[in-house]
């Protein structure tokens, strides 16, 4: 079974810098993909990026970037300039492909919860 | 507005009730997903629908059931109701099951927060 594990329960930084939040998974898988949602305090869950584990290039969405490491199974994210409105709880998430039947159900990480103080 | 509606946003009701929770995908999604958000267990994955029929079921009780009708929408019943049942109910939806691979991008609702008293 896939899991995924998000080992920093809460971080904080300051408007305008640099946070990195850490994700590992597991899997025995070899084509996957990896999502980060974010879940501010209106509770919605909101697509942030995601990365193709075939593409080793690694995603990027404005302020946002991953470091995808494949073989560590490792899969970072990066926020740039952080804004007030970046203060939410972060999901890492992690699906599988199949070409017939199966699910292409998401699996979450239990959160980060990121603060941007100003 | 995500395009995914859920009703009702809030429900408060007593242990031992029964209680339906309604979703309508994003137009032209096929399938939907039904996740359980609480304090301790994080998203739990519930089950998923794929155009009516039942795709992939998840950590889901015996005490809930959920069905997606012809127009797609979908709703969790929730029945016995437990203190622990209290959580956030989220349906997602995306268009998966077309070709059955692909990076699919699950779109969630805003939740469905049930109280249970």
């Known amino acids: 079974a896939q899991t995924v594990t998000q080992s920093q329960p809460e971080m904080s930084v300051q408007e305008a810098e640099t946070v990195t939040l850490s994700c590992t998974y597991d899997t025995s898988e070899n084509n996957y993909y990896l999502f980060w949602y974010k879940q501010p305090p209106s509770r919605q869950m909101i697509l942030v990026i995601r990365?193709?584990?075939?593409?080793?290039q690694n995603a990027t969405e404005n302020r946002f970037s991953v470091n995808f490491q494949k073989a560590a199974k490792s899969f970072s994210l990066k926020i740039s300039d952080s804004q007030l409105g970046d203060t939410a709880m972060y999901f890492c998430?992690?699906?599988?492909?199949?070409?017939?039947?199966?699910?292409?159900?998401?699996?979450f990480g239990k959160g980060t919860k990121l603060t941007v103080n100003p | 507005d995500s395009g995914v509606t859920q009703t009702p946003k809030h429900l408060i009701t007593a242990t031992g009730q029964r209680v339906t929770l309604r979703c309508s995908p994003r137009?032209?999604?096929?399938?939907v997903y039904w996740y359980q958000q609480s304090l301790d267990q994080g998203l739990q994955f519930l089950i998923q629908?794929?155009?009516?029929?039942?795709?992939a079921k998840g950590n889901i009780l015996e005490r809930f059931s959920a069905q997606q009708f012809p127009d797609l929408h979908s709703e969790l019943n929730l029945s016995s109701l437990e203190l622990g049942d209290s959580a956030l109910y989220f349906c997602?939806?995306?268009?998966?099951?077309?070709?059955?691979?692909?990076?699919?991008?699950?779109?969630f609702g805003a939740g469905s927060r049930l109280t249970v008293l």
């Open positions: 997602a939806s995306s268009v998966v099951g077309v070709l059955g691979s692909g990076a699919n991008v699950l779109t």
């Open positions: 629908y794929y155009n009516g029929e039942e795709r």
């Open positions: 998430a992690f699906m599988t492909t199949t070409f017939q039947g199966g699910s292409e159900k998401l699996v």
């Open positions: 990365q193709e584990a075939y593409k080793q």
């Open positions: 137009s032209g999604d096929l399938s």
